[in-house]
T-cell receptor, first 115, second 114 residues
Framework: QKEVEQDPGPLSVPEGAIVSLNCTYSNSAFQYFMWYRQYSRKGPELLMYTYSSGNKEDGRFTAQVDKSSKYISLFIRDSQPSDSATYLCAMEGWGLTGGGNKLTFGTGTQLKVEL | DTGVSQNPRHKITKRGQNVTFRCDPISEHNRLYWYRQTLGQGPEFLTYFQNEAQLEKSRLLSDRFSAERPKGSFSTLEIQRTEQGDSAMYLC????????????FGPGTRLTVT
């Protein structure tokens, strides 16, 4: 079982829709939770990070963390075609191999926002 | 702040050859990370430097891989005797401070081993 599970999609939505992206994880030692956006053949771009449980909002993006359920979400409001990309969740903490200095990523969810 | 840069952006090599990639982190970021990403997967951690010290290496990093960060600035990742399974995107990231949670990635080097 992977430490971080993420539905690979693809997820296709119409422009203006609210998008919900999710990850689950198994390691309770994770403390920081990140969302990255990756366009095809580019490096991941950090969207936002959250510490422990709670919500964080940045423009059209809202991140939620529920540590009790080991479940994190990213919501995108008023989605635009330019939001079409792969969204990766990532977590920091002591992984199965030890070490608190790396990110553990999900596989990414491919999102397409259509006109 | 020009961001993390990586060179080359693409590399095609024949099996058995050695390759070296370079990463220039965001200036004054003391932490530097290497990851590998294959198609349809998230990045996987390879190794991490704090200043010039290599503090952690993944079990994914076989003896054919070596990384350096002389003087705590740019870093190089070398792969010796490349194999077709080494074909992937090699990503470099950097962060400041004491945490790894705010990492900024470069554009990556795409390696194809024929």
């Amino acid at each position: 079982q992977k430490e971080v599970e993420q539905d690979p999609g693809p997820l296709s939505v119409p422009e203006g829709a609210i998008v919900s992206l999710n990850c689950t994880y198994s390691n309770s030692a994770f403390q920081y939770f990140m969302w990255y956006r990756q366009y095809s053949r580019k490096g991941p771009e950090l969207l936002m990070y959250t510490y422990s449980s709670g919500n964080k909002e940045d423009g059209r993006f809202t991140a939620q963390v529920d540590k009790s359920s080991k479940y994190i979400s990213l919501f995108i409001r008023d989605s635009q075609p330019s939001d079409s990309a792969t969204y990766l969740c990532a977590m920091e903490g002591w992984g199965l191999t030890g070490g608190g200095n790396k990110l553990t990523f999900g596989t990414g969810t491919q999102l397409k926002v259509e006109l | 702040d020009t961001g993390v840069s990586q060179n080359p952006r693409h590399k095609i090599t024949k099996r058995g050859q050695n390759v070296t990639f370079r990463c220039d982190p965001i200036s004054e970021h003391n932490r530097l990370y290497w990851y590998r990403q294959t198609l349809g997967q998230g990045p996987e951690f390879l190794t991490y430097f704090q200043n010039e010290a290599q503090l952690e290496k993944s079990r994914l990093l076989s003896d054919r891989f070596s990384a350096e960060r002389p003087k705590g600035s740019f870093s190089t990742l070398e792969i010796q005797r490349t194999e077709q399974g080494d074909s992937a995107m090699y990503l470099c990231a950097s962060s400041a401070g004491t945490g790894a949670y705010e990492q900024y990635f470069g554009p990556g080097t795409r390696l194809t081993v024929t």
